[in-house]
């Protein structure tokens, strides 16, 4: 298995412009998960789906995130407008079952710097 | 609410000295999960362990092991031996139950640096 896929790997752009992060699944796994990482705050949550489905999305910062997943084997995470502060690394990750115990599969991320 | 501290920031040793991560946690289920994610220079975060809050028994996996402690909600990973590709940030997670599924609280992680 090709395990979780994300791109772009690197992503730099100017403050005001759309970003566009993109993540592939492992097949068969029924959670999708995007995180962001960052120095100050660590590893947070952002939203989690559960069969294509938004699930809890407490943790989107604000208005200007969103993130879709029209398919089981696709999904994306959108900043509008983008800023500074959004510098991160942004992490997709996947997991087959999440009733009982689940065991998260990341991919390899995506730096975003946003200036 | 779910908490999860990593209270060491950066450790540092020399190649094959034992190292122990702490972690502690707090929640109010009966029923969790714990588990250690290693994240090396490469970025990608592997799964290294998961134990339920109903088996406390200690494991060992060549030179890694864990130690599980309800009574001071602690579980701890010991390395032993160190080797330079040890080095990476670890992280402790705990999952417990929210809104039907289990979804992890990570801790802030800690690093660890091996010398050669």
């Known amino acids: 298995d090709a395990g979780v896929i994300q791109s772009p790997r690197h992503e730099v752009t100017e403050m005001g412009q759309e970003v566009t992060l993109r993540c592939k699944p492992i097949?068969?796994?029924?959670?999708l998960f995007w995180y962001r990482q960052t120095m100050m705050r660590g590893l947070e949550l952002l939203i989690y789906f559960n069969n294509n489905v938004p699930i809890d999305d407490s943790g989107m910062p604000e208005d200007r995130f969103s993130a879709k997943m029209p398919n089981a084997s696709f999904s994306t995470l959108k900043i509008q407008p983008s800023e500074p502060r959004d510098s991160a690394v942004y992490f997709c990750?996947?997991?087959?079952?999440?009733?009982?115990?689940?065991?998260?599969?990341f991919g390899p991320g995506t730096r975003l710097t946003v200036t | 609410a779910q908490k999860v501290t990593q209270a060491q920031t950066e450790i540092s040793v020399v190649e094959k000295e034992d190292v122990t991560l702490d972690c502690v946690y707090e929640t109010r289920d009966t029923t969790y999960y714990l588990f250690w994610y290693k994240q090396p220079p490469s970025g990608e975060l592997v799964f290294l362990i998961r134990?339920?809050?109903?088996?406390?028994q200690n494991e060992i996996s060549g030179r890694y092991s864990w130690n599980f402690q309800k009574s001071t909600s602690s579980f701890n990973f010991t390395i032993t031996a160190s080797q330079v590709v040890d080095s990476a940030v670890y992280f402790c997670a705990l999952s417990g139950p929210r809104g039907g599924s289990y979804i992890p609280t990570f801790g802030r992680g800690t690093s660890l640096i091996v010398h050669p």
């Open positions: 134990r339920n809050s109903f088996d406390e």
């Open positions: 097949s068969g796994h029924d959670y």
């Open positions: 990750a996947s997991s087959l079952l999440a009733v009982t115990f689940n065991e998260q599969y």
